[in-house]
T-cell receptor
Framework: NAGVTQTPKFQVLKTGQSMTLQCAQD?????MYWYRQDPGMGLRLIYY???????DKGEVPNGYNVSRLNKREFSLRLESAAPSQTSVYFC??????????????FGPGTRLTVL | GNSVTQMEGPVTLSEEAFLTINCTYTATGYPSLFWYVQYPGEGLQLLLKATKADDKGSNKGFEATYRKETTSFHLEKGSVQVSDSAVYFC????????????FGGGTRVLVKP
């Protein structure tokens, strides 16, 4: 099993450009998540999908959109990138749809720089 | 709201030293508590977890005990190795908060030979 995979690994954008970050999991998990990681701030939830066909906003959703394409795939789109979106983005998945004992499994991350 | 506070790093140690990383939380109830570890260039991995008061999570020589009275979940290891150099994140998940993980800011640990 590959676990959680993310593409691309690195990306540089100019302000105003758009891009989509791709995430896929092969563990048959119900829930998927997008986080951003900024120095000293831990991980902050952008959007999540508790199950196929549903998406909800997290702590910092502004400037992002998501699509749960099917059970395996969950993409994150930046429509008009801004320098404040320079960050490392992590995708994660979990089995139970967010139960209190749920373990999240993380991808390797995408390092995004917006100039 | 719910929050997690970790000691700031970096923490620099010599090999075989004792490691403690403090973690305290604020939550109106009884969350489940986690420690995640991020090795250089990688995503986060679950290190250990505890789901109720007085539970002890353990893995790879690391331990943490869920202390309800002090709202803490401190991470300890008796003898660290160079391979333990990483960033460690304390986190909680709380049913009343929609079962979403809340992370602390992370503590970078550097172990020197």
């Amino acid at each position: 099993n590959a676990g959680v995979t993310q593409t691309p690994k690195f990306q540089v954008l100019k302000t105003g450009q758009s891009m989509t970050l791709q995430c896929a999991q092969d563990m048959n998990h119900n829930s998927m998540y997008w986080y951003r990681q900024d120095p000293g701030m831990g991980l902050r939830l952008i959007y999540y999908s508790a199950s196929e066909g549903t998406t909800d906003k997290g702590e910092v959703p502004n400037g992002y959109n998501v699509s749960r394409l099917n059970k395996r795939e969950f993409s994150l789109r930046l429509e008009s990138a801004a320098p404040s979106q320079t960050s490392v983005y992590f995708c994660a998945s979990s089995e139970q749809g967010g139960g209190v004992t749920d373990t999240q499994y993380f991808g390797p991350g995408t390092r995004l720089t917006v100039l | 709201g719910n929050s997690v506070t970790q000691m700031e790093g970096p923490v620099t140690l010599s090999e075989e030293a004792f490691l403690t990383i403090n973690c305290t939380y604020t939550a109106t109830g009884y969350p489940s508590l986690f420690w995640y570890v991020q090795y250089p260039g990688e995503g986060l991995q679950l290190l250990l977890k505890a789901t109720k008061a007085d539970d002890k999570g353990s893995n790879k020589g690391f331990e943490a005990t869920y202390r309800k009275e002090t709202t803490s979940f401190h991470l300890e290891k008796g003898s660290v190795q160079v391979s333990d150099s990483a960033v460690y994140f304390c986190a909680l998940i709380f049913k009343a908060a929609g079962n979403k993980l809340t992370f602390g800011g992370g503590t970078r640990v550097l172990v020197k030979p």
